[in-house]
Nanobody, 120 residues
Framework: QVQLVESGGGLVQAGESLRLSCVAS????????MGWYRQAPGKQRELVAV???????DYADSVKGRFTISRDNTKNAVYLQMNSLKSEDTAVYYC??????????????WGQGTQVTVSS
């Protein structure tokens, strides 16, 4: 089994910062991309940032210059540093990992989500 566990969400004021963490564990052989998505009430889940295994990163236009994604491959972890938060960043944030299990199964796995609320 594979598990992704997120942490770091919370309630902050506009302009403040938060750092989300996600650790993948279980029967993992290798991890390709890791990323963060978010879903606000009444909206579809959207990509926030992604970090493929090649070291590149990509961001949604709405968070460029404010959010930074990073990985620690020794810990199977991905982080999202969120600065200058805005009320429109309020959402449930989900960690995602594209990986291969020790049984050779390739799949996309999700965390349970962590709530980020930004008050204006």
């Amino acid at each position: 089994q594979v598990q992704l566990v997120e942490s770091g969400g919370g309630l902050v004021q506009a302009g403040e910062s938060l750092r989300l963490s996600c650790v993948a564990s279980g029967t993992i052989f290798s991890i390709n991309a890791m990323g963060w998505y978010r879903q606000a009430p009444g909206k579809q889940r959207e990509l926030v940032a992604v970090a493929p295994s090649n070291g590149r990163t990509d961001y949604a236009d709405s968070v460029k210059g404010r959010f930074t994604i990073s990985r620690d491959n020794t810990k199977n972890a991905v982080y999202l540093q969120m600065n200058s938060l805005k009320s429109e960043d309020t959402a449930v944030y989900y960690c995602n990992a594209g990986l291969i299990t020790t049984r050779g199964v390739m799949g996309s796995y999700w965390g349970q989500g962590t709530q980020v609320t930004v008050s204006s």
